[in-house]
């Protein structure tokens, strides 16, 4: 695995508000994405990069894991966004509409002069995949091989954006028209050593059961985490990706019931009806894994030192 850092939750904040700023740290995401694009006026891009750096710095202050997204190579503005930002208190950067490995390695070529610049160690910035093109989602594997920055993955699938645009779906709220992006988006990632994918699929600010069904669907479908565009989405996302205390108390007793087999010289266990082996145990204990390493956030939040922010 590529050693990314588990994200159940992540908000946008537009940069250019940065009032706005703790109003995100007190809605409990896992992750900020500070953005320089899209949420951006235009007028506004350029005193918004002094600003995103002055809030980078108060997050780090407060151990919020962050990240940046850059206007793409498209619009001329993607160096003078990396010299603005680029420095100790960043921990990822977002490029936006990638369509191959060489656009990765184009920023990966920049980044690594800025850092060397700024004294950073270089790759010291992650450089996320965010999937809203056709051409980045149809080579999400070869695109995250190609570089070792690419530790964590997002496919968009909500309506109306960029990724509506390339593919041309209609999107609904059942989300079938994206179920197989959704499970080819998962399957490269995981091919590719990414070990906790997101996707952002609800945008609709006032609907919130429409939003924990669909959490609840980009769970099973093997995503680990939302990125959503409003605090108030950000606790029922938090809860919808936190393994509850039922599937735990099963997962501790599947793993209680395959150790008396072996001691009993046996390799495989009925339990609760279903017949146990090695590999359903190795699936308990991830599970047991991702809920400590839930907790283990809760007391970085309490004060301890937050980790890769991809």
């Known amino acids: 695995m590529k050693g990314g850092r588990l994200h159940r939750s992540a908000l946008f904040v537009p940069g250019h508000k940065p009032d706005w ?16 694009e899209d949420s951006v006026p235009v007028p506004d891009k350029l005193h918004a990069r002094g600003l995103v750096r002055e809030s980078l710095e108060a997050l780090s202050a407060a151990g919020q894991d962050r990240s940046v997204r850059i206007n793409g190579f498209a619009t001329g503005l ?15 950067v977002r490029l936006p509409k990638v369509e191959s490995a060489d656009d990765l390695r184009e920023l990966d070529s920049l980044l690594t002069h800025l850092e060397k610049r700024a004294g950073l160690e270089p790759g010291s910035v992650a450089t996320p995949l965010d999937l809203e093109t056709a051409g980045a989602m149809r080579d999400a594997c070869d695109i995250l091989r190609a570089s070792p ?110 150790e008396e087999a072996e001691r009993r010289g046996s390799a495989a266990v009925t339990y609760e009806g279903d017949m146990v082996d090695y590999a359903m145990v190795t699936t308990a204990r991830e599970l047991l894994e991702l809920a400590a390493s839930i907790d283990a956030r809760a007391g970085e939040a309490a004060g301890g030192e937050p980790g890769d922010g991809g």
């Open 21 to 36: 700023v703790p109003k995100a740290i007190k809605a409990g995401a896992d992750m900020l994405i500070l953005d320089l």
């Open 78 to 92: 993607t160096l003078d966004d990396l010299e603005a930002i680029v420095g100790p208190a960043l921990q990822a």
């Open 149 to 258: 920055r690419a530790t964590s993955m997002m496919l968009g699938c909500g309506p109306g954006g960029d990724a509506a645009r390339a593919v041309g779906y209609q999107w609904t709220k059942d989300g079938t028209e994206t179920h197989y992006l959704r499970s080819r988006a998962v399957l490269d990632a995981r091919a590719a050593g990414v070990e906790y994918p997101m996707v952002t699929s609800w945008w609709d600010i006032r609907d919130l059961d429409g939003l924990r069904a669909d959490a609840a669907l980009n769970r099973r479908f093997g995503f680990r985490g939302m990125v959503v565009m409003h605090p108030t989405h950000v606790p029922i996302v938090n809860e919808t990706f936190t393994p509850n205390e039922a599937e735990l108390a099963h997962a501790r007793g599947l793993i209680a019931a395959m």
